[in-house]
């Protein structure tokens, strides 16, 4: 079936230390949306990136788009406490219903 | 705007028993969904709704049903409570019918089946 898997499961890193989770679908994607739950949350819309090569920024989040529009990171510059969180890709395989990955859940040591 | 709203928060239940999960929305959202989420699995879609009178299966209907006769209001009906259903429920919902808009979650309902 329609699949999008998202690697590592768990990270664990250093205060200050970068950080990054990857996305993979196994067909291509119209458009992926990234969101973060916090411990004990729900889940919050991040962003969404729609061009083949699109790089966003948000602070210290960069987010990109593969060309093929099949795979999809997030990367985390310098980590604080507050992106402490699970961190969630979903993929619009075009048939009105998102995708999630099974998330990445980032701890940190301060 | 409240955004989107779940009650209860927390429910148990004996194996067998039946209830209703609710899901209301304040912002004219067209679309609605279910979701359940369980430990490394992600979020995996349930039922959704494309507007009053319209629903459809996601990726994990069996043991559940739902109807959308407002625009407002999507509820989660548990036939028949099984411990497979403990999880965690989110609704969600979104302004257009495409998955090119973002989605508003609910704060979730933690059900435990016993």
């Known amino acids: 079936g329609q699949q999008v898997m998202q690697i590592p499961q768990y990270q664990h890193v250093q205060e200050g230390e970068d950080f990054t989770t990857y996305c993979n679908s196994s067909t291509t994607l119209s458009n992926i949306q990234w969101y973060k739950q916090r411990p004990g949350g729900h889940p919050v819309f991040l962003i969404q990136?729609?061009?083949?090569?699109e790089v966003k920024k948000q602070k210290r989040l960069t987010f990109q788009f593969g060309e093929a529009k099949k795979n999809s990171s997030l990367h985390i510059t310098a980590t604080q406490t507050t992106d402490v969180g699970t961190y969630f890709c979903?993929?619009?395989?075009?048939?009105?219903?998102?995708?999630f990955g099974q998330g990445t859940r980032l701890t940190i040591n301060p | 705007n409240a955004g989107v709203t779940q009650t209860p928060k927390f429910q148990v239940l004996k194996t067998g028993q039946s209830m209703t999960l609710q899901c209301a929305q304040d912002?004219?959202?067209?679309?609605m969904s279910w979701y359940r989420q369980d430990p490394g699995m992600g979020l995996r879609l349930i039922h959704y709704?494309?507007?009053?009178?319209?629903?459809d299966q996601g990726e994990v209907p069996n043991g559940y049903n739902v109807s959308r006769s407002t625009t407002e209001d999507f509820p989660l009906r548990l036939l028949s409570a099984a411990p497979s259903q403990t999880s965690v429920y989110f609704c969600a919902s979104r302004t257009g019918t495409s998955a090119s808009y973002e989605q508003y979650f609910g704060p979730g309902t933690r059900l435990t089946v016993t």
């Open positions: 979903a993929g619009d395989q075009g048939a009105q219903k998102l995708v």
């Open positions: 990136l729609v061009k083949s090569g």
């Open positions: 912002m004219n959202h067209e679309y």
């Open positions: 709704s494309v507007g009053a009178g319209i629903t």
